[in-house]
């Protein structure tokens, strides 16, 4: 098969579209014709050898355990019902950036009718995440909330959720496409964060309304900037640190905003149920309740997917497809 290998950590040039033996489906396994496959700002930190995240892998790799496709085989204790079933599952092996990946068959779940192998790749962790997110949360119609990286896939996701119930949404994003996009999903005030005084347009927009409840994806100068918008009794969470540089409030900046500080990430890998979780997150997504975005590359254009998600210039998920 055709996969994309990494043999060196560094840049995104060092991803390699090459021919590698097809991965064999052992008891409890499917083999699974990839149709879709999602890629991860945290892999493209772990290309370069950062330790920011999960443990490296031992090299040559194959990244990407997001996957949707059929069913191509099954191994010898598993139901033959499942050859040919759409599917898509988190923990595709080697790697979902390949034309064919295993995964064991208690991780898998049927796709459900009307959802894309695309959408359904981008819900499996990225909707999941975004479900746990908003679970911790708890967002009422009486909150204000300000969504960084509100383009990006948990943030567009964030942000339907939140616009559907009835809350104030600020959603922050860079550049003016994506603005564009992000006040298209909804949200009440759009800002772009780029720019140096974008916190001051938000407290003059929001007419001294102030922010009750900051989801943020991104830390960083931007993380400190969203904390500052927020009123006493505030709860400032993080998802995630997409700039790279973490921004965590101490305890006498909480004390004296007093704000409340949770760190999602860590919550939701410490106690997500993930089968349930994934099924709920596949289930809004089917009845049209949360609409995942995506965006396409060619497997063998997995480099300049990598390059285009560490410049910010992508929207929504960036999903990997065969090519033609």
């Not at 898509?88 to 208690?106: I, K, M, N």
């Not at 298209?184 to 927009?205: F, K, S």
């Amino acid at each position: 098969m055709r996969a994309v290998v990494l043999h060196e950590f560094g840049p995104a040039e060092n991803l390699r579209y090459e021919t590698v033996p097809d991965p064999v489906p052992g008891p409890g396994e499917v083999l699974v014709s990839v149709r879709a496959a999602g890629v991860h700002q945290i892999e493209t930190a772990m290309r370069e050898g950062l330790t920011i995240g999960p443990p490296l892998p031992e090299l040559p790799a194959i990244f990407g355990g997001e996957v949707a496709g059929v069913v191509a085989a099954v191994g010898p204790d598993v139901d033959k019902s499942w050859i040919g079933a759409d599917v898509v599952t988190a923990h595709g092996r080697p790697g979902g950036y390949a034309e064919l990946a295993v995964a064991d068959v208690s991780a898998v779940h049927r796709i459900p009718d009307g959802l894309g192998h695309e959408a359904a790749v981008t819900m499996i962790v990225t909707g999941t995440t975004a479900i746990g997110l908003l679970d911790i949360a708890a967002l009422t119609s009486d909150d204000v909330v300000l969504v960084t990286s509100a383009a990006g896939g948990i943030g567009r996701l964030v942000v339907q959720f939140a616009h559907r119930l009835g809350a104030t949404v600020v959603g922050a994003a860079g550049g003016p496409a994506k603005v564009a996009a992000v006040r298209g999903l909804g949200a009440d005030v759009a800002v772009d964060y780029d720019l140096p005084q974008w916190a001051g347009t938000v407290r003059e927009v929001l007419g001294g309304r102030g922010v009750t409840v900051v989801l943020d994806g991104v830390e960083g100068e931007k993380g400190r900037a969203a904390f500052g918008l927020l009123t006493a009794g505030g709860r400032y969470i993080t998802i995630g640190a997409a700039s790279r540089t973490e921004f965590r409030p101490d305890a006498a900046q909480l004390e004296e905003r007093d704000v409340r500080f949770t760190d999602a990430l860590s919550l939701l890998l410490a106690g997500q149920d993930a089968p349930a979780d994934e099924a709920r997150a596949l289930a809004h997504a089917a009845a049209g309740e949360l609409v995942p975005a995506f965006q396409t590359f060619p497997l063998s254009r997995t480099a300049a997917a990598h390059a285009a998600l560490e410049s910010r210039q992508t929207t929504g998920k960036v999903v990997l497809v065969p090519d033609a």
